[in-house]
């Protein structure tokens, strides 16, 4: 059998001719009729690549807190071990390099920098800045956030001139608070949700000329040529039309098409690269994912058909909550697939918490609403938000005036942006409701049960647990009323951050293994917890018993369309009682822990 060292130089071969092929690879892949879309995607794939190369050299992502060995890759060198990470959703692959010196840090190069630069040892700057730093000590503390500073920066700016999905990649870097350095976090949320680079006025009258036949101030009274807004795909400006009525009007960058051919090419690219070098590294799934979302995030007109259908899902599913959900009104006159003309919104940014209390909203009130609606999204109407993060939500006082019963304003939940939605089938949708009802009552024979329909297997199911609720096992089956909170701490942030690191192999299978709509879910629900956290500084026990009781709702719903026997129907009562007394046991509970917690604080 071959050393460790002897398949790190095999596969140190294979790397050098995959650097080498680039050109031609991109070459391969332009398969467009059109030549100038080919030349485009010949030369932005190279780029690419080239940038990413040249950030990586540099940029490092620390993983605190462990101190285990862990091969994931079964490559070993003498100095250290490369082992990679992922996180599901869009994702952030790095390999991870451990350098046993005085330094002591596990560092992790994003695996696209190393496969162009393997054979130019680059001087890393968290190596090159920490060495010979003592740990624990505030110097240290002090030059590593320098260096998280530096190349959060780098990677914002690597970002930024590659634009179309490496912006969404940013984004969701800033979602994940609880695996990434907090510089990153902060660096990502200020920029890449509504801060992106923006199109030029010129850009945009010549889309709105194309679109709609006239220049913006002959299509509309009033144009403000700055826009108010700015993101991965689109810009968005006020403006007035000629019937004195206010609107947003979204308008595609000019450069989004050959940015997302080239995009696609260079994933596919290198997944199929990766692949070929490490024949355990298979994310295929990706390609073919980014292959079906990015054309539907492109066009605009079905942007605006999803966000219709999403409120007619909310009257005729959940009319209970169908006021207090809303989507901007959409002017069909005045839309195409590249330009959404649509109502313009009086409303705060859902982060905006200071906002929010001075329009006498509570935070609380705002993370239930949101907890519930993308509850009733997932478990009851199986049609789903897969891109909830704090820019594509605002809130606004609930115009009827309705007040809760201590007299606060009610809050209404305005959704933007809704280009990449995911259906469920009814089986998916059934079993990924049974296993969330099994993960809120720590039932881990139907946590297992419910894993392995939705095709996690009897032998990850403890991993996909850990996935969807961030808690390791121990915690997730506890029987504590709040065994799912996540408090928020550095501890906790370690913690994560471990487990991320240590089981590469296992997370990586599971992704494989998991249907793709699950796979954006789980993306769905780092961005909800992102929310969530901003809003209450920490996840909140109430948002999780509302998951538990719309998903078990769910599935009791699921089991009378199923059945039609007297008997089997007094079965399914009888259960809906239990049910509801095993909320009300929990719901005593975490009111007396808020009790207690009260009178300690």
Not at 119 to 139: F, I, K, R
Request: hydrophobic share 40%; charged share 20%.
């Amino acid at each position: 059998m071959a050393t460790p060292t002897r398949s790190l130089w095999r596969n140190r071969a294979k790397l050098t001719v995959v650097a080498t092929a680039i050109g031609g690879g991109a070459t391969a892949i332009a398969t467009s009729d059109d030549p100038s879309k080919n030349l485009k995607i010949c030369t932005n794939v190279p780029l690419r690549l080239l940038r990413d190369s040249v950030t990586a050299a540099s940029i490092a992502f620390v993983c605190r807190g462990t101190e285990r060995t862990f091969c994931g890759m079964g490559i070993q060198s003498r100095k250290g071990y490369w082992f990679g990470t992922w996180r599901e959703g869009l994702g952030v692959y790095t390999f991870t390099y451990r350098y046993h010196g005085r330094m002591g840090e596990n560092i992790n190069h994003c695996f696209f920098g190393y496969l162009l630069s393997l054979n130019l040892v680059p001087l890393s700057d968290y190596e090159y800045s920490l060495w010979g730093l003592q740990d624990g000590t505030a110097e240290k503390g002090r030059v590593k956030h320098e260096v998280h500073m530096r190349s959060a920066r780098r990677l914002e700016e690597l970002c930024f001139r590659n634009g179309g999905i490496y912006i969404k990649l940013g984004q969701h870097i800033g979602q994940l608070e609880y695996l990434v350095p907090e510089e990153y976090v902060r660096t990502m949320r200020a920029s890449m949700l509504n801060k992106c680079p923006v199109s030029s006025y010129d850009q945009v009258c010549e889309v709105i000329k194309k679109e709609l036949g006239g220049m913006p101030d002959e299509v509309f009274d009033e144009f403000n040529p700055v826009p108010v807004a700015s993101a991965s795909l689109a810009q968005v400006h006020a403006a007035r039309t000629h019937d004195g009525k206010k609107v947003a009007v979204k308008v595609q960058h000019t450069h989004m098409t050959d940015t997302a051919a080239a995009d696609y090419a260079t994933v596919e690219f290198l997944v199929n690269t990766l692949n070929w070098v490490f024949p355990t590294f298979d994310y295929r799934w990706l390609v073919d994912e980014m292959r079906e979302s990015l054309p539907k995030e492109l066009d605009f007109v079905l942007e605006a058909k999803n966000s219709e259908k999403c409120l007619n899902n909310f009257r005729r599913l959940s009319p209970h909550l169908s006021e207090y959900v809303y989507a901007p009104r959409v002017y069909w006159n005045m839309s195409t697939p590249k330009l959404l003309t649509m109502e313009f919104m009086d409303a705060t940014g859902i982060n905006d918490v200071k906002c929010l209390k001075k329009l006498g909203l509570q935070p609380s009130e705002v993370a239930k609403l949101v907890s519930q609606a993308f509850a009733e999204m997932v478990f009851k109407h199986g049609f789903v938000h897969c891109d909830p993060h704090a820019a594509n939500m605002m809130v606004r006082p609930l115009p009827h005036g309705k007040r809760n019963i201590f007299g606060k304003r009610k809050p209404q939940l305005i959704l933007l942006d809704h280009g990449l939605y995911k259906e469920l089938d009814f089986s998916t949708r059934t079993n990924y409701a049974a296993l969330w009802k099994a993960l809120i009552f720590s039932d881990a024979n139907a946590i297992r049960e419910n894993s392995a329909k939705l095709g996690a297997g009897d032998d990850l199911y403890a991993l996909f647990a850990g996935i969807l609720t961030m808690r390791p096992w121990n915690r997730v089956i506890d029987t504590a009323a709040n065994h799912l909170v996540i408090q928020g701490g550095d501890t906790d942030r370690s913690e994560l951050q471990m487990y991320a690191s240590q089981y590469f192999p296992q997370i990586s299978e599971l992704l494989r293994r998991l249907p793709r709509v699950i796979l954006l879910l789980l993306k769905t629900n780092d961005c909800l917890r992102a929310v969530n956290n901003c809003l209450l500084k920490g996840s909140s026990p109430q948002s999780f018993l509302i998951i538990g009781r719309v998903s078990a709702e769910a599935v009791i719903e699921a089991k009378r369309l199923q059945t039609k026997s007297f008997f089997s129907r007094l079965s399914i009562w009888l259960e809906e009682i239990s049910v509801e007394a095993r909320f009300l046991t929990m719901q005593i509970a975490l009111w007396l822990l808020q009790f207690r917690k009260a009178l300690c604080g």
